[in-house]
């Protein structure tokens, strides 16, 4: 065989092993996916309503998520117990696998559209700067609002506001001030808002 034949056969064989271990490597990630699947769904879209859809989250996102939940700085009803069984890798792989797929809005959520307009001008000036497009961007590394559960939204706002849960100083500082204007109704029109977004 001639010289560049020879290597050009090498260097199928190396392109074709190295797309191999990329797919074993992917193949793991969905595994370990799948055992999250029962409770958030096939491929991260939750069936809610008090699971959270994790598809197309961040990654950064998911793994501040998963540390906060194993040292309890998160407050949760089971997600610290499971979080505790997955080392760093893990959680880096389960946020590739997750990040990657496609967020569906939770179906069929009931909203008042009055209150879903209040809402979005709630949204606009408290929340937007850091939940981009209605809240449904995953590039501020803060979660996706817009389309979530809303069951899930509303505890985990309340955990938040009780202290019980980590978010920036400067996030409670808005959700205090939007509080203090609008009550709790704001918050219910804030809920209406993000159910809205489909
Ligand atoms: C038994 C049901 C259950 C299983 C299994 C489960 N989760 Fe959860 N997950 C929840 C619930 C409920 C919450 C809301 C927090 C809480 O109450 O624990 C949650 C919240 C989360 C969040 C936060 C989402 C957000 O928007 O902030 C992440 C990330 C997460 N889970 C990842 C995982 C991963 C990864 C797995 C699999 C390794 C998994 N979960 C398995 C029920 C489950
Ligand atoms: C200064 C930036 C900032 C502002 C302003 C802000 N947030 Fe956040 N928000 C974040 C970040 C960052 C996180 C992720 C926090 C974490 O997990 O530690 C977050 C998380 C959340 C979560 C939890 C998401 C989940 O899936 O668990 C909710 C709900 C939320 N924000 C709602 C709001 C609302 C409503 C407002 C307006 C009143 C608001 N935020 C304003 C940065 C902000």
Not at 1 to 17: E, H, T
Not at 28 to 48: E, F
Not at 111 to 140: I, N, V
Not at 171 to 190: T, Y
Request: overall charge positive; proline content about 4%; charged content about 25%.
């Amino acid at each position: 065989m001639k010289k560049q034949g020879f290597l050009a056969l090498v260097l199928i064989a190396v392109g074709g092993l190295s797309v191999s271990l990329e797919a074993a490597e992917v193949s793991r990630a969905a595994l370990l996916g799948y055992s999250c699947a029962g409770c958030h769904g096939t491929n991260g879209n939750s069936k809610g309503p008090a699971t959270p859809s994790l598809a197309g989250v961040s990654r950064d996102y998911f793994i501040d998520a998963m540390q906060e939940y194993k040292t309890g700085e998160r407050a949760s009803t089971i997600m610290g117990r499971i979080a505790r069984g997955y080392s760093r890798e893990d959680i880096e792989q389960l946020a590739d696998f997750f990040s990657r797929q496609k967020f569906i809005p939770a179906p069929g959520q009931q909203f008042d559209p009055a209150l879903a307009r209040k809402g979005a001008r709630l949204h606009d000036k408290y929340c937007e700067k850091c939940h981009a497009d209605g809240g449904s961007s995953s590039e501020d590394d803060a979660g996706i609002l817009a389309g979530q559960w809303t069951p899930y939204l509303r505890y985990t706002l309340s955990d938040i506001m009780a202290g019980k849960s980590h978010a920036p100083k400067k996030m409670k500082k808005r959700l205090k001030k939007l509080h203090e204007k609008a009550g709790d109704a704001g918050i219910e029109q804030l809920i209406h808002y993000y159910a809205s977004k489909r």
